[in-house]
Nanobody, 114 residues
Framework: QAQLVESGGGLVQAGGSLRLSCAASGSIFSINTMGWYRQAPGKQRELVTTITSSGSTRYADSVKGRFTISRDNSKNTVYLQMNSLNPEDTAVYYC????????WGQGTQVPVSS
């Protein structure tokens, strides 16, 4: 089964930006709708954005206009550009397919200070 490795997280001040990456092993990447999820402290994991194999995107209202998902099928990698971060974005960020059927990676932490 494909493995997922997220990276790019780190402490950022409110108003700042980060770019997350998720590298996936395995040939299934290019045919799947991929998504970024996040889990804030004490809360359930939530899906925040998805991108189809052809590049169509969807966003949760909470991140619309601030986050941008993209993918490079040749590199089996999906990205998340996060702008105008606020403390409510503090979470561990994960990638997976839109149906979350792959094993979860370790995630990457994004603490946003006020």
């Amino acid at each position: 089964q494909a493995q997922l490795v997220e990276s790019g997280g780190g402490l950022v001040q409110a108003g700042g930006s980060l770019r997350l990456s998720c590298a996936a092993s395995g040939s299934i990447f290019s045919i799947n709708t991929m998504g970024w999820y996040r889990q804030a402290p004490g809360k359930q994991r939530e899906l925040v954005t998805t991108i189809t194999s052809s590049g169509s995107t969807r966003y949760a209202d909470s991140v619309k206009g601030r986050f941008t998902i993209s993918r490079d099928n040749s590199k089996n990698t999906v990205y998340l550009q996060m702008n105008s971060l606020n403390p409510e974005d503090t979470a561990v960020y994960y990638c997976n397919t839109a149906t979350a059927y792959l094993c979860w990676g370790q995630g990457t932490q994004v603490p946003v200070s006020s």
